[in-house]
């Protein structure tokens, strides 16, 4: 089991910057990658940006060249850094950890953190 738990979600004003942060326990080791997810009301839960081991990552669209995710070399922790907000960046954000065997792939979630982009 992976244990996750956000911080850092806040009222920012268009334009601003915040850091959302991960903090990871357990089964750490077991772990292929991790990203963060967010879901706006009324709309599904969509990826944000994601990392793997190998140190790969991978962007939705929206974000690329305004957030950046990170690890800590342990893995105890994972960071995305968001600049240049937006209205639209609204939502709750939820952090996740994937792990691959096989064909099958177990994700493990935090509870999630309130991002509100707003004048």
């Known amino acids: 089991q992976v244990q996750l738990v956000e911080s850092g979600g806040d009222l920012v004003q268009p334009g601003g910057s915040l850091r959302l942060s991960c903090a990871a326990s357990?089964?750490?080791?077991?772990?292929?990658?991790m990203g963060w997810y967010r879901q706006a009301p009324g709309k599904e839960r969509e990826l944000v940006a994601r990392?793997?081991?190998?140190?790969?990552?991978n962007y939705a669209d929206s974000v690329k060249g305004r957030f950046t995710i990170s690890t800590d070399n342990a893995w105890n922790w994972v960071y995305l850094q968001m600049n240049s907000l937006k209205p639209e960046d609204t939502a709750a954000y939820y952090c996740?950890?994937?792990?691959?065997?096989?064909?099958?792939?177990?994700?493990?979630w935090g509870q999630g953190t309130q991002v509100t982009v707003s004048p």
């Open positions: 996740n950890a994937y792990r691959v065997r096989g064909r099958e792939v177990y994700d493990y």
């Open positions: 990392i793997a081991r190998g140190g790969n990552t």
């Open positions: 357990g089964s750490i080791f077991s772990i292929n990658g």
